[in-house]
């Protein structure tokens, strides 16, 4: 029979896979009809008379099974072979084709070689002699289940046969998954070699460097400890040094203020002519020493006051005293010689500032000495100088601001002003007489009293310097 004369139906309600079984027959030169589902099947199969089924097992309504007993038992067709399309996924799916008389098993997905021989196969075979076909049936039971099987026994053969190459096809494509399986174990097990190989490098190295690491800790810890005990002497040779100049400084201060109190008395006795009468010229040179003794005298208690700030021996003496009248005084010790300048000293006190308060009195004065002779000092004739004095409520302090119209200070001049013997002027002129040591000395009375200092200045225009110190008010005048 020539190929196109053989026709083949297809019965598959997967309408893709319908089509992708029809192009692989109808490739192959098969002529090919197909249905959707069992019961068009049979009608097509009835009336079309194919030479061969070849139908899905699960669709809805009639299933392969169903299908392939119908055909079986209608006389005009029974002798058209069926093949079934199954998974296998069910082992009764076998019996189950057995008993509605199948002809053949393809387990899905097919390869599409092994279907057209399978096909070509069943249809040489398909003509069966009568005297080889059994009208007996035989019962047999799987799983629970009774099934009567009445296929030919050549039928059953082929059917069990087919079976068999699907399971042999089965264990091929697992053997050649099993040999894969054994090449891709070999892969790993070589790559964890490797890895193995490598890890170990990669521990030697870590366990290198981690004993790097201690033995620099450990000759870490042992500079660290060299250097401290390094620094601890030198701290204590700095310590006894700053001790030695503090009692070097103290004494010398001390032998040197005996003798100039002489030199100052001494003046004094001769300046009042209390031995006898002195001629203009004596007078003058009298006058020079007195004022030249009493300026060297300041300067030595300077001195003395910083180092014993310095040394941690200063003590204040705490006293109460009217904070007005302190004030008021230290603007008087300036206005004589604000006056003889054309200066105009003017002060502003607040009310509530009219208090009495604990502090050193004889450090405050200081203070305000310093404060208050460096704007006179340092303003030109004719400018003004101006104090104010106010509560800080919020901070608990009395803040002391000392304003001029001065010669200002130059911003980059502002961090080294409270040093000790800094003059910012001393590099151009000796225009200004001091030492330097004013402010440096005012800032440490002022943090002694748990305060603080700062200024605010122009270059040209002027300067305000003020404190702020936390104040204890005599607790009989509190006012609001
Ligand atoms: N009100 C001011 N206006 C401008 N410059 C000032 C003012 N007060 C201080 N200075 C600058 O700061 C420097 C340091 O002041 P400080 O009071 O410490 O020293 P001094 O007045 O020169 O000397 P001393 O106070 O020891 O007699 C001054 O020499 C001056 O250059
Ligand atoms: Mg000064």
Same mark, same amino acid.
């Given at each position: 029979?020539?190929?196109?004369?053989?026709?083949?139906? *297809?019965?598959?309600?997967?309408?893709?896979?319908?089509?992708?079984?029809?192009?692989?027959?109808?490739?192959?030169?098969?002529?090919?009809v197909v249905a959707k589902n069992g019961v068009e099947g049979l009608l097509k199969a009835r009336e079309l008379k194919?030479?061969?089924?070849?139908?899905?097992?699960?669709?809805?309504?009639?299933?392969?099974?169903?299908?392939?007993?119908?055909?079986?038992?209608? !006389?005009?067709?029974?002798?058209?072979?069926v093949i079934l399309l199954t998974s296998l996924s069910d082992p009764t799916d076998v019996i189950s084709g057995l008993e509605c008389g199948a002809d053949n098993f393809i387990v899905k997905p097919y390869d599409e070689g092994h279907l057209l021989a399978r096909i070509k196969h069943i249809l040489l075979n398909r003509e069966l002699p009568e005297n080889l076909q059994t009208q007996l049936g035989v019962e047999i039971h799987f799983a629970g289940q009774r099934y009567f099987i009445t296929a030919e026994k050549?039928?059953?053969?082929?059917?069990?046969?087919?079976?068999?190459?699907?399971?042999?096809?089965?264990?091929?494509?697992?053997?050649?998954?099993?040999?894969k399986l054994e090449l891709l174990n070999e892969e790993l097990e070589q790559k964890v070699e490797r890895r193995t190989v490598d890890l170990t490098k990669e521990i030697g190295v870590r366990k290198q460097l981690e004993e790097k690491l201690r033995e620099y800790a450990l000759t870490l810890e042992e500079k660290v400890r060299d250097r401290t005990k390094e620094l601890e002497d030198a701290k204590n040779l700095a310590d006894a040094a700053t001790q030695a100049k503090s009692d070097f400084l103290a004494n010398m201060s001390h032998e040197l203020r005996t003798p100039l109190n002489s030199i100052i008395g001494f003046s004094e006795v001769l300046q009042d002519e209390m031995i006898g009468?002195?001629?203009?010229?004596?007078?003058?040179?009298?006058?020079?020493?007195?004022?030249?003794?009493?300026?060297?005298?300041?300067? *030595?208690?300077? *001195?003395?006051?910083?180092?014993?700030?310095?040394?941690?021996?200063?003590?204040?003496?705490?006293?109460?005293?009217?904070l007005q009248e302190l004030i008021e005084a230290s603007v008087v010790m300036q206005r004589e010689k604000a006056m003889k300048h054309g200066i105009v000293l003017s002060l502003a006190i607040q009310p509530e500032v009219d208090i009495e308060m604990e502090a050193d009195v004889r450090k405050l004065k200081q203070i305000m000495f310093n404060l208050l002779s460096n704007a006179v000092k340092f303003t030109p004739d004719g400018g003004a100088v101006s104090l104010v004095v106010r509560k800080l409520i919020e901070t608990g302090e009395i803040e002391i601001s000392v304003s001029d119209t001065g010669i200002g200070i130059k911003n980059e001049d502002l961090p080294r002003l409270f040093s000790a013997? !800094?003059?910012?002027?001393?590099?151009?002129?000796?225009?200004?007489?001091? !030492?330097?040591l004013g402010l440096a000395l005012t800032k440490r009375l002022v943090e002694l009293h748990g305060?603080?200092?700062?200024?605010?200045?122009?270059?040209?225009?002027?300067?305000?310097?003020?404190?702020?110190?936390?104040?204890?008010?005599?607790?009989s005048d509190e006012r609001s």
């Amino acid at each position: 029979m020539n190929k196109a004369e053989i026709r083949i139906l *297809i019965t598959e309600d997967s309408a893709i896979q319908a089509e992708k079984l029809r192009r692989v027959l109808a490739f192959a030169g098969y002529s090919v009809v197909v249905a959707k589902n069992g019961v068009e099947g049979l009608l097509k199969a009835r009336e079309l008379k194919p030479q061969l089924v070849v139908s899905d097992i699960n669709m809805p309504g009639m299933n392969g099974f169903e299908l392939c007993r119908h055909i079986k038992s209608d !006389t005009n067709i029974s002798a058209t072979p069926v093949i079934l399309l199954t998974s296998l996924s069910d082992p009764t799916d076998v019996i189950s084709g057995l008993e509605c008389g199948a002809d053949n098993f393809i387990v899905k997905p097919y390869d599409e070689g092994h279907l057209l021989a399978r096909i070509k196969h069943i249809l040489l075979n398909r003509e069966l002699p009568e005297n080889l076909q059994t009208q007996l049936g035989v019962e047999i039971h799987f799983a629970g289940q009774r099934y009567f099987i009445t296929a030919e026994k050549k039928q059953i053969l082929d059917f069990l046969i087919s079976t068999y190459e699907n399971a042999v096809q089965k264990n091929t494509e697992l053997v050649k998954v099993q040999e894969k399986l054994e090449l891709l174990n070999e892969e790993l097990e070589q790559k964890v070699e490797r890895r193995t190989v490598d890890l170990t490098k990669e521990i030697g190295v870590r366990k290198q460097l981690e004993e790097k690491l201690r033995e620099y800790a450990l000759t870490l810890e042992e500079k660290v400890r060299d250097r401290t005990k390094e620094l601890e002497d030198a701290k204590n040779l700095a310590d006894a040094a700053t001790q030695a100049k503090s009692d070097f400084l103290a004494n010398m201060s001390h032998e040197l203020r005996t003798p100039l109190n002489s030199i100052i008395g001494f003046s004094e006795v001769l300046q009042d002519e209390m031995i006898g009468p002195l001629n203009p010229s004596q007078l003058e040179d009298v006058q020079y020493i007195l004022t030249a003794g009493r300026h060297l005298l300041s300067l *030595i208690n300077d *001195i003395l006051d910083l180092s014993k700030v310095e040394s941690g021996k200063m003590e204040l003496e705490l006293g109460w005293f009217s904070l007005q009248e302190l004030i008021e005084a230290s603007v008087v010790m300036q206005r004589e010689k604000a006056m003889k300048h054309g200066i105009v000293l003017s002060l502003a006190i607040q009310p509530e500032v009219d208090i009495e308060m604990e502090a050193d009195v004889r450090k405050l004065k200081q203070i305000m000495f310093n404060l208050l002779s460096n704007a006179v000092k340092f303003t030109p004739d004719g400018g003004a100088v101006s104090l104010v004095v106010r509560k800080l409520i919020e901070t608990g302090e009395i803040e002391i601001s000392v304003s001029d119209t001065g010669i200002g200070i130059k911003n980059e001049d502002l961090p080294r002003l409270f040093s000790a013997f !800094t003059q910012l002027q001393m590099a151009y002129t000796k225009e200004y007489e001091g !030492t330097g040591l004013g402010l440096a000395l005012t800032k440490r009375l002022v943090e002694l009293h748990g305060g603080r200092i700062w200024v605010e200045s122009e270059f040209g225009k002027g300067s305000k310097f003020a404190f702020a110190i936390p104040f204890r008010q005599w607790p009989s005048d509190e006012r609001s």
